[in-house]
Structures are given as structure tokens and as C-alpha cells.
């Protein structure tokens, strides 16, 4: 069964970083790719950064230039990491990844999700 966890978040000030790490283990057959959400307080969740399996990457607007996104797979573990830079007070949320892996016995992506890290950044 696939399992999702996130590590990496903590409190910083604003300008330092942090790097999240997420890793989607066991009963993989294959990926689609690799996500990171994040929710702030009173807001819905955002699509922060995307990697496909082909190394191709998204960003949300607001962290182009300052969030980077990359990614380490073995079998039947795909690790996935977002390095954060230049954290600004708005990047305070809770953030979570989102696992797109074919799971065996199945032909198609299906989402697995982690349980979130709170990343704080204060002033």
C-alpha cells in the first residue's frame, strides 16, 4: 500500500529556508509525478509546485524564482523535495504533497497525500 510522508517544516524568519522532503513508498507500479499543496489558515489549498516523472515543473506564481522543485526515484520509492528560499511571511501554511502513483494491480494515476508540515515564517 502506498504510504505519503512529509518532513522538512519548522519555523524560520522571513528571507531564510527550508527544505520539505516527501516521501511515497511501497506498492508502486508506476508515477505520474509528485505535488506540493499548501494551506494557509481560512484560505483553500493552492497548488505551490508540480514535477512529472519526466523532470518537467510547475510553479505557482507567487514562488517562481524562490522555490525549486526536484526529485529522486528508486524502485518503489519516489522521493520528492521542495527547497525554499527567500521565504516570505505569506508563505506561512501548512503544506502537504500529493503523491500521483500507479498502485499495483492498477492502470491508471490515483492521488496519495501526506499529512502536512506546518511551515511558519515570521517578520
Known amino acids: 500500500q502506498v504510504q505519503v510522508e512529509e518532513s522538512g517544516g519548522g519555523s524560520v524568519q522571513a528571507g531564510g529556508s527550508l527544505k520539505l522532503t516527501c516521501v511515497a513508498a511501497?506498492?508502486?507500479?508506476?508515477?505520474?509525478?509528485m505535488a506540493w499543496y499548501r494551506q494557509a489558515p481560512g484560505n483553500e489549498r493552492e497548488l505551490v509546485s508540480r514535477?512529472?516523472?519526466?523532470?518537467?515543473?510547475?510553479?505557482v506564481e507567487s514562488v517562481k524564482g524562490r522555490f525549486t522543485i526536484t526529485q529522486d526515484y528508486v524502485k518503489n520509492k519516489n522521493t520528492v523535495y521542495l527547497q525554499m528560499d527567500g521565504l516570505k511571511t505569506e508563505d506561512t501554511a501548512v503544506y502537504f504533497c500529493?503523491?500521483?502513483?500507479?498502485?499495483?494491480?492498477?492502470?491508471?494515476?490515483?492521488?496519495?497525500w501526506g499529512r502536512g508540515v506546518q511551515v511558519t515564517v515570521s517578520s
Open positions: 500529493a503523491a500521483e502513483i500507479i498502485p499495483r494491480n492498477h492502470r491508471t494515476c490515483q492521488t496519495y
Open positions: 511501497g506498492g508502486i507500479s508506476g508515477r505520474c509525478g
Open positions: 514535477i512529472f516523472a519526466q523532470g518537467q515543473t510547475t510553479y
